[in-house]
């Protein structure tokens, strides 16, 4: 069962530039306060840093867009797995630390943060919206296994909810 994290409606369209031919006046009017929002909203810390993950998670999904990707075979990314990855990002709260975005060879979509020695979450995200995860907090160690439905799985949001407050303490020291 999972714990609900509101998802924020999809950013992605006010962080892309407009891509329109149209060239009416209202509509070149409609372009340019829609680039002048653009401009205002990357230039927000946490909007920058949640529209920079979206971004690097299509640039991923464009390397591994083919068989053999990585040189040895890998299986190209598998589109639900970018769906439900992009869910994922997409539901992650402003104030979460962001995670490194990168491709399995099985064609998953890895998540990987790392908050210092002995201290780090990976989330591999199938094509079902399946999450296979592993962390470590000193010498504890977890994994698991937990589905994607419209929010973060509760068990990841705990492992990352469980990392950031330790790494904050270990800050404050």
């Known amino acids: 069962m999972s714990t609900t994290l509101p998802a924020p409606v999809g950013m992605a369209g006010l962080i892309r530039p407009t891509r329109s031919t149209a060239q009416s006046d209202p509509a070149k009017m409609i372009e340019r306060v829609s680039e002048e929002t653009r401009r205002h909203l990357l230039a927000s810390y946490v909007m920058r840093n949640a529209a920079e993950e979206l971004i690097e998670l299509e640039d991923v999904r464009a390397e591994a867009s083919r068989e053999g990707w990585d040189g040895y075979g890998a299986l190209p990314l598998d ?64 994994r698991g296994t937990d589905w994607i439905e419209d929010e973060i799985p509760a068990s990841i ?6 990392l950031d407050r330790e790494s904050v303490s270990k800050q404050a020291r």
Do not use: Y
């Open 79 to 142: 589109p639900e797995a970018f769906d439900f990855a992009r869910r994922f990002l997409n539901a992650l709260p402003t104030a979460a630390s962001r995670p490194a975005i990168s491709a399995n060879p099985d064609g998953e979509v890895a998540l990987d943060w790392v908050f210092g020695m002995r201290r780090a979450l990976t989330v591999s995200i199938g094509p079902a919206g399946r999450c296979t995860f592993a962390w470590m907090l000193g010498e504890k160690k977890f």
């Open 157 to 162: 949001a705990f492992a990352l909810g469980q």
